[in-house]
């Protein structure tokens, strides 16, 4: 692919009325459309389907801030005219539609040629839309992640710090056919009023019943599955403390041998948050829940993310062999869907942990899989960001 530059007056004038985009709109990398930063464009023509080749197809083994498939995509080339953050808004005109995309920065492989990697995307959102922004997404000021995972996640990612003569590549993507187009608008600034500042998390890890300070290990996720801190409490003291992003959205996962896996939403907060736990030691009927075994919407597929959770669970049974264990699922309870559907979608869930742990060699006799649809809930099902946490699976320890 070849480069695309463009002039750099474009940074000095802000096109309001916009430009108006009739043509069919391109769905392969290679036909990547150019675009001004710093310009409107509306187009009125919908992307129908991937173009002339799927540059991601279906595939269970990618990323979740990865697209799960291309289906009705649209690709652009933004030139940088000069150093600053890159900020754009994907503006649905149907509140219907539901838009996820990735950027990428474009690499030169020689005078003539460009390429991008495909698995390594600077940017991505792939929530799904939120109708109370009429389902505006892209990178804004104010934001924090990298990367979005499907699901009731945050509609806009972080700015990227950009320098003049770089190109980027955006793909969008409508995961529903036909749509009535979009409008998009990109800008630079030259700094960001709203930086992010680091949050500190710090406390105690104590014996549930001793209450005497214990050694763990500490991993936290942030909502698009990716490690953002790891520590080790102090084997005196009990001690921990890492930071996050403000205003982030993250799980923390407090391991330690011999004890029962504690996973726990952290506060979204702005300044430091003290948060102490405890741990209690194995037994039979203790209950593990799992926040971070993702599935696709509507679906059992389990999210390439989920690989921390899983990951704990393979090893605690090749390690604990006398344990055997129950696999629960757990939905919302979404009014728009019927119980029936949402328990068995919550048993097919359970189904999926427990087919992983038979590829791994774990004996079926030591697994029993129930779906409780959303019968169970921990958090309030009426706000919708509440209502997502109680999309979990949980584990039952047993002799």
């Not at 005219?81 to 950027?103: Q, R």
């Not at 799904?128 to 997404?137: C, L, P």
């Not at 804004?140 to 700015?159: E, H, I, M, V």
């Not at 702005?270 to 030691?281: A, R």
């Amino acid at each position: 692919m070849s480069c695309k530059w463009l002039p750099a007056v474009f940074l000095l004038f802000f096109n309001l009325k916009g430009s108006s985009q009739n043509g069919r709109l391109k769905g392969d990398y290679a036909e990547a459309i150019n675009l001004n930063i710093n310009q409107k464009y509306i187009f009125k023509n919908p992307a129908l389907g991937f173009g002339r080749q799927q540059e991601y197809p279906k595939k269970k083994k990618r990323a979740s801030y990865l697209f799960e498939k291309e289906r009705n995509t649209a690709w652009f080339s933004l030139a940088v005219p000069a150093d600053g953050f890159l900020t754009f808004e994907i503006s649905p005109v149907s509140g219907k539609d539901d838009y996820d995309w990735m950027l990428f920065k474009e690499k030169t492989i020689n005078p003539t040629e460009n390429t991008i990697d495909y698995n390594q995307p600077i940017r991505t959102n792939n929530s799904r839309n939120d109708f109370s922004i009429s389902g505006k997404t892209g990178l804004k000021d104010g934001f924090a992640d990298f990367f979005t995972s499907p699901g009731f996640r945050k509609s806009f990612s972080k700015p990227v710090a950009v320098h003049q003569g770089e190109n980027y590549i955006l793909v969008v993507d409508n995961i529903y056919p036909g749509g009535k187009g979009f409008a998009f608008v990109s800008a630079l600034q030259n700094t960001l009023p709203s930086q992010v500042p680091a949050v500190a998390v710090s406390g105690i890890i104590t014996d549930k019943q001793s209450m005497v300070p214990i050694t763990a290990t500490l991993t936290v996720e942030d909502a698009a599955g990716k490690i953002v801190a790891t520590t080790v409490s102090d084997s005196l003291t009990g001690k921990y403390s890492f930071k996050i992003p403000a205003e982030s959205k993250c799980t923390v996962a407090i391991n330690k041998k011999g004890y029962v896996l504690l996973n726990d939403f952290l506060p979204v907060k702005t300044v430091s948050i003290p948060q102490n736990f405890q741990l209690g030691k194995l037994k039979s009927g203790a209950r593990i829940i799992f926040y971070t075994i993702r599935f696709f919407p509507n679906s059992a597929v389990i999210v390439n993310a989920s690989g921390t959770g899983l990951n704990w669970l393979l090893y605690f049974l090749q390690e604990e062999k006398n344990w055997k264990i129950q696999i629960i699922g757990h939905t919302n309870s979404n009014i728009f869907a019927d119980e029936h559907y949402l328990q068995q979608l919550s048993e097919r869930r359970a189904w999926a942990v427990k087919n992983f742990l038979l590829q791994h060699s774990i004996a079926n006799d030591r697994m029993r899989c129930f779906g409780l649809g959303g019968k169970n809930p921990l958090f309030d099902n009426k706000k919708p960001e509440e209502a997502v946490k109680n999309l979990r699976v949980e584990v039952v320890l047993e002799r």
